[in-house]
């Protein structure tokens, strides 16, 4: 029988611990909890008054406590937001490979097909804000970047709201094609995300040194673009030291949103670029007026074959601008429906060259930065290209710069042509001073059986793809430009 039996030690210890588990709890929770009801059921009593005044002074200890605490902390974490160099002197000789010398401590956020761009804040930035203490002009590596929470902000900093887009470029904002580049992944950015924010302001670099705006075109093309002036911010140095307090003069800035792009056009991708140039192309035609459907030259009309001859004056303009016109003029009136348009681009402003190039199915032109306006035209648009003597074996890659433009906007370059004959070189044959103090401003002659050959190419090709087009080319000129 007994054996039978559980083994009661065991099943009544068990039992035993249990019950003097709970009768403890039991009793801590008598001791505890019931003199606190009991407190704060009668308050009147100078007993419970004490009590309760105790634990009023305990609690408001064990706060200041850890108020304190976590003051310390924060002030710790403002102090110890590290600046670094905006310039990276390591990366210096190798600034367009891989990792730029610009905020070299961070990496980029890569999607497929899209910009290169830092955002912050960010999980890259471990929900950190950009700070940018940077109103150095002339040396880069004097100004510096820092990532900071934003309830701990260096104490010194000035928080900026909205949206910065903080641009670097190793080239140069004024100039129109390197302005352009440096712009344009932030347009790509902005269609990225459904066009939700425009930016509050820009902040522009070239090589880490701050400037203070960019060329009055690349303005333009912004400011129709985000429908809002330009706002370049360069951390006032006048203005900041002017005012009484010196410290808002040493402080950063720090952003509440900011996106960096470092990279110019970067890795985006064809399909992104070609939405981009449309943007721009829409807009900038939106904001100079243009009213397409009245307008019987427009790109509607197919049978038109709109050439346009854009001349510039002094370097690569053309040594006999006349006898180029009459080249061009005669393969035009070759061809029926086929008007020539003779402009000088110094003569234009920003919406007369929106306007030409908008109305030009071909445009010939020396190499220059007039041609950066071929963003205007329509889609498949041809472009014909001049350059100077020297050019072809001295110039580098940086010729090719028009011919890369026209295939991101979708336009045709349809070749250059070189000039064979100038001035000659007084310096050894590889000389740099043979480019940089010869050939570069060179200007441009002409060959009359060439001109008229490739003109008529170009104006055949153009006529068969305006009427093959004319089917699909429906919405063309529509008023209507994406993210509006
Ligand atoms: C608050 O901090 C002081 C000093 O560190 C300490 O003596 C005191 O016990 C703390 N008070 C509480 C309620 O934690
Ligand atoms: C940046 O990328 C490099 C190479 O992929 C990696 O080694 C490095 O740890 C990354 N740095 C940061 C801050 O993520
Ligand atoms: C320009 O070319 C035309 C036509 O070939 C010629 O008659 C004229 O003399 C040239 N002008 C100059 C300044 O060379
Ligand atoms: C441009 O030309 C390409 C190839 O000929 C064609 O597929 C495309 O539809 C054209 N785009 C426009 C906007 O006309
Ligand atoms: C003009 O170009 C043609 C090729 O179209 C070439 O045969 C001819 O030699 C060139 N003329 C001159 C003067 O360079």
Redesign the pocket.
């Given at each position: 029988m007994e054996s039978e039996k559980p083994p009661k030690d065991f099943s009544y210890s068990k039992a035993s611990s249990i019950l003097y588990c709970s009768l403890k709890l039991t009793a801590i929770f008598l001791l505890t909890i019931v003199p606190l009801l009991f407190i704060l059921s009668s308050p009147t009593s100078t007993a419970t008054t004490l009590t309760l005044s105790y634990l009023h002074q305990w609690r408001k200890a064990l706060y200041r406590n850890a108020t304190k605490e976590l003051d310390d902390m924060n002030a710790k974490l403002q102090d110890s937001v590290t600046f670094l160099p905006l310039k990276d002197l390591r990366f210096a000789n190798k600034p367009m490979e891989g990792h730029t010398w610009f905020m070299s401590s961070l990496n980029d956020t890569f999607e497929e097909g899209e910009t290169q761009h830092i955002y912050f804040p960010s999980e890259t930035s471990n929900g950190r804000l950009l700070c940018i203490n940077g109103r150095n002009q002339h040396d880069g590596s004097m100004n510096s970047y820092g990532l900071a929470w934003p309830g701990s902000l260096p104490s010194t900093a000035t928080l900026l709201p909205g949206l910065t887009f903080v641009s670097d470029t190793y080239y140069d904002h004024e100039n129109l094609w390197h302005g352009l580049c440096a712009v344009t992944p932030f347009v790509g950015w902005h269609m990225k995300n459904q066009c939700r924010e425009k930016p509050t302001r820009w902040v522009l670099f070239h090589q880490g040194e701050v400037r203070t705006r960019t060329g009055s075109w690349v303005q333009n093309i912004m400011r129709a673009t985000f429908e809002e002036e330009m706002k370049v911010e360069y951390f006032n140095q006048e203005e900041s030291s002017s005012s009484s307090s010196s410290s808002s003069y040493k402080g950063a800035y720090c952003f509440e949103k900011a996106v960096v792009m470092r990279h110019n056009e970067g890795k985006m991708g064809q399909e992104r670029r070609l939405k981009v140039y449309n943007m721009l192309r829409c807009k900038t035609r939106q904001f100079c007026n243009m009213d397409f459907k009245d307008d019987s030259t427009s790109s509607r009309d197919k049978a038109v074959i709109r050439l346009t001859l854009l001349m510039r004056k002094g370097a690569r303009s053309f040594k006999n601008e006349s006898a180029v016109i009459q080249i061009f003029k005669r393969e035009c009136e070759r061809v029926e429906n086929c008007k020539l348009t003779v402009a000088q681009s110094e003569n234009l402003g920003f919406c007369d060259q929106v306007k030409l190039l908008s109305s030009t199915d071909i445009v010939a032109t020396p190499h220059g930065a007039q041609l950066t306006n071929m963003v205007f035209m329509d889609r498949n648009s041809s472009v014909m290209e001049f350059f100077p003597k020297g050019w072809l074996k001295h110039a580098g890659v940086g010729q090719y710069v028009f011919q890369w433009l026209a295939s991101w906007a979708g336009i045709s370059h349809e070749g250059a042509w070189w000039d064979?004959?100038g001035e000659s070189c007084p310096y050894p044959e590889n000389d740099f001073r043979c480019f940089t103090e010869i050939y570069k401003n060179g200007r441009v002659g002409y060959?009359?059986?060439?001109f008229a050959?490739w003109a008529r190419r170009v104006i055949d090709a153009a006529k068969a793809k305006k009427q093959a087009q004319a089917s699909n080319l429906q919405h063309e000129g529509s008023s209507n430009c994406e993210c509006s």
């Open positions: 064979p004959n060959n009359e059986s060439y050959d």
